[in-house]
């Protein structure tokens, strides 16, 4: 069964950090793409970031770029992101999702439950 | 970035009827290798998206018979032939053809 589990949400303030972590089992970790995805409360979907299978492609969101880390361990089969100078405006639920040119067309096949990121004073 | 409009935003549909929703990219999704990365989710309430088309016209595994993806360039429909109550949600259309990635707005299927 495939599962997606990330975690390290929670309430933080202006300017500060947060690492979520994200968890994975029931594929290839290893030779999957992977992103971050977000949602605002009561509002659509975001796309955030991009990690290629080895890590060696990144890409972000221009809203984050500068910001926002991802990064993956292939050993541990998880992926990160580091949120560094948070704002209002990045309070979101922050899902991890596959979405691998190898597989279903790029499409985002695999997501996880999500984790709530609130930033607030 | 390509943006991605969807029509309608709303669309209320009696159970049993079908339902269609338009997605409109502001430029080819024709990626150099021939393929064209559209792809459809929904999202029940309180739920995370889940994959139903892949490519226009793939239905990802497990799902219903019933949804069915086409276009080609910049215009990509999604059908429901016969609209159920698990159907309702918000369903997106996304592009994978180029970075950033892009969403449509959503369109909130709900039954009347």
């Known amino acids: 069964e495939v599962q997606l589990v990330e975690s390290g949400g929670g309430l933080v303030q202006p300017g500060g950090s947060l690492r979520l972590s994200c968890a994975t089992s029931?594929?290839?970790?290893?030779?999957?793409?992977m992103n971050w995805v977000r949602q605002a409360p009561g509002k659509g979907l975001e796309w955030v970031s991009y990690i290629s299978s080895s890590g060696t492609n990144i890409y972000y969101a221009d809203s984050v770029k500068g910001r926002f880390t991802i990064s993956r361990d292939n050993a541990k089969n998880s992926l990160y992101l580091q949120m560094n100078s948070l704002r209002a405006e990045d309070t979101a639920l922050y899902y991890c999702?596959?979405?691998?040119?190898?597989?279903?067309?790029?499409?985002?096949?695999?997501w996880g439950q999500g984790t709530l990121v609130t930033v607030s004073s | 970035d390509i943006v991605m409009t969807q029509t309608p935003l709303s669309s209320p549909v009696t159970l049993g009827q079908p339902a269609s929703i338009s997605c409109r990219s502001s430029q080819s999704l024709v990626h150099s290798d021939g393929n064209t990365y559209l792809s459809w989710l929904q999202q029940r309430p309180g739920q995370p998206p889940r994959l139903l088309i892949y490519?226009?016209?793939n239905r990802f595994s497990g799902v219903p018979d019933r949804f069915s993806g086409s276009g080609a360039g910049t215009d990509f429909t999604l059908k429901i032939s016969r609209v159920e109550a698990e159907d309702v949600g918000v369903y997106y259309c996304t592009q994978a053809t180029q970075f950033p990635r892009t969403f449509g707005q959503g369109t909130k299927l709900e039954i009347k």
């Open positions: 999702a596959r979405a691998d040119s190898g597989s279903h067309g790029r499409g985002f096949d695999y």
């Open positions: 490519k226009i016209s």
């Open positions: 029931g594929f290839t970790f290893s030779s999957s793409e």
